[in-house]
């Protein structure tokens, strides 16, 4: 099955800064790849997404990037703010036996700092 | 729709006694996921179904776990018996096969074992 690496665990950046999470993947069949926020005690939310299709996907301040060739998607957020501090899942779907499996790196723990 | 909805939202129970989770999935989703959450471990993924069949149970970690989804709006987790090590939050989530598109979390159940 697929198998997803998501680092580093934990982040600190500064107010203003950007901050890059970088995942890979092993499964050359995935084609689908969210990243999800994950504030304390809530639950997973989407905040932006790519297809196999697509090099890069912006949406404000956040931006993935992939490499399908080298199996390693990224999320980056600039300008960071204080309400950007949460815990970033990226995952990735695959669609090889038709049927669409969604594994999860491990998460990281972005820390914005005043 | 309410979205995913979980039950219950907190569980304690003593060890060695049956824990029963439940999850209604979104209405139209045909893929449950079940999840589980801890510190150590991240988003694990459990089992999925696709059309009420589990597709990928490798994910359970023992013959403790099973998972069953009677029909379309219903699946349900039990873990008999449980153990310390089970406590964790477990999340169910849905989605549709139209396209690849976003995966809708639950509340989560926070599950103690003592």
């Known amino acids: 099955g697929e198998n997803v690496e998501q680092h580093p665990s934990t982040l600190s950046v500064q107010e203003g800064d950007s901050a890059v999470i970088k995942c890979t993947y092993s499964?050359?069949?995935?084609?689908?790849f969210p990243w999800y926020k994950q504030e304390l005690g809530k639950r997973p939310q989407l905040i932006i997404d790519?297809?196999?299709?697509?090099g890069e996907k912006k949406d404000q301040r956040i931006a993935v990037t992939l490499n399908k060739t080298a199996k390693h998607f990224s999320l980056h957020i600039t300008e960071t703010q204080p309400e950007d501090s949460a815990v970033y899942f990226c995952?990735?779907?695959?669609?090889?036996?038709?049927?669409?499996?969604?594994?999860f790196g491990k998460g990281t723990h972005l820390i914005i700092q005043p | 729709d309410a979205g995913v909805i979980q039950s219950p939202r907190h569980e304690v129970t003593e060890m060695g006694q049956e824990v029963t989770l439940r999850c209604k999935p979104i209405s139209g989703h045909d893929y449950l996921f079940w999840y589980r959450q801890t510190m150590m471990r991240g988003l694990e993924l459990l089992i999925y179904?696709?059309?009420?069949?589990?597709?990928?149970d490798s994910g359970m970690p023992e013959d403790r776990f099973s998972a069953k989804m009677p029909n379309a709006s219903f699946s349900t987790l039990k873990i008999q018996p449980s153990e310390p090590r089970d406590s964790a939050v477990y999340f169910c989530?849905?989605?549709?096969?139209?396209?690849?598109?976003?995966?809708?979390f639950g509340q989560g159940t926070r599950l103690t074992v003592v």
């Open positions: 989530a849905s989605r549709t096969t139209a396209g690849n598109t976003e995966a809708f």
């Open positions: 499964d050359s069949a995935s084609n689908y």
């Open positions: 995952a990735a779907v695959s669609s090889a036996g038709g049927a669409d499996g969604l594994t």
């Open positions: 179904f696709n059309n009420n069949v589990p597709i990928d």
């Open positions: 790519i297809r196999s299709n697509v």
